[in-house]
């Protein structure tokens, strides 16, 4: 058995980071870059108007209200063939280049048009409303770097600089088997002794949400043959997840199956709950998760130690789900020699964030990881949280920390 901390850190050590592939821009959005893009433009390409306004002459500006006359209109995306001469300007919008022979735009705010001129009412610091060429982005400036998760104002450079494509780390494609003879599909209403395969739907979006192709194998029974030939079918993808049959019962056959089809393992058992059984390796190429057969347990051991490996794969360098702190509201009992995976609930009080633990902490209690729950982390060395102590929470998802009330 190891500490969760060396567990996680074989983990990490063990997954590769996937090849690339080319996307368009519109299928790119939370990948991961895998080159960097240097622009060969200048945006703005032109210094332009910040307002709807006239261009003109600082120095016209002497005295205000100062007249000056009109000599082109020039809209957006047109640009007119005039010079701002001594006593003139140029009438424009918000993005209009600005004419030769100006240094300045006055908004149309501070403005009176009358009689082809216009009156310009107060005058505005030299310079005032252009925007520079090149302000937002120079020729040889990387626009993306390789690593960036790629978002929206990513993608919006990327179409600034007239690049359609980008290389991005492919996903991982994850194969999923659930082992347990007592198992039935969701369509069939479960027998005595019989319960509905949730893990296959728990890992599968779990996968998903972490940037992955998922693929969920049929269910297999508890025989060691049957678990071999399912799990040699499975030892293609990038990463194979199992549920159930690693723990230390005469029914426990995935290890062994696992190891007589080449599987090299890094560890068993993670001194954790829960969780405890956890197995991982290294199999053909790619990873593979023994994960434990109760719901919960599979669902952490897939937060805790899958969902970091595949942000790994796909090129993440933040493998980590983010950690708040917060006061515990009631005391727990726990293990001593265990590190924890309190399932709590954070709410927001004026002194911070209090944790609450759910009533129910079985393994095999999966509401109690329902609708936004963290996940307080309990020391290995202590055997009770105490009440009014500040402990570290794993946020699993964004709904955990999402406000009810306005920011502002
Ligand atoms: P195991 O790890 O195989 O000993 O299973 C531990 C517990 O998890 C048993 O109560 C199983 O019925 C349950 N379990 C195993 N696999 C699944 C699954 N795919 N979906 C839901 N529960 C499961
Ligand atoms: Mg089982």
Redesign the pocket.
Known sequence: MIPVGEALARVCAAAPVLGAERMTLAAALGRVAAEDVVSTRTVPNAANSAMDGYALRHADLGAVPARLRIIAVEPAGAVVDATVTPGTAVKLFTGSVIPDGADTVVRVEDTEERDGGVVVRSAPARGANIRAAGEDIGPGQVVVAAGTVVGPADLGLLASVGRATLLVHRRPRVAIV???S??VEVDEPPGPGQ??????YTLAAAAREAGADPLVLPLVRDRPEDIRERLAAAAGADVVLT?????V?EL?FVKEALEAIGMEPVFWRVAQKPGK?LAFGCLRGGLVFGL????VSALVCFYLYVRPALRRLQGHRRLHLPVVHATLAEGVRKATGLTEFVRVRLAETREGLVATALPAQGS?VLSALGGGAALLVGPAELDRLAAGASYPVIVLGETTLARETPPF
């Open positions: 659930s082992t347990g007592e198992l319960v509905v395969n949730t893990n296959a549920s159930g049959g690693v723990s019962g426990d059984p434990p057969g109760n719901p095999h």
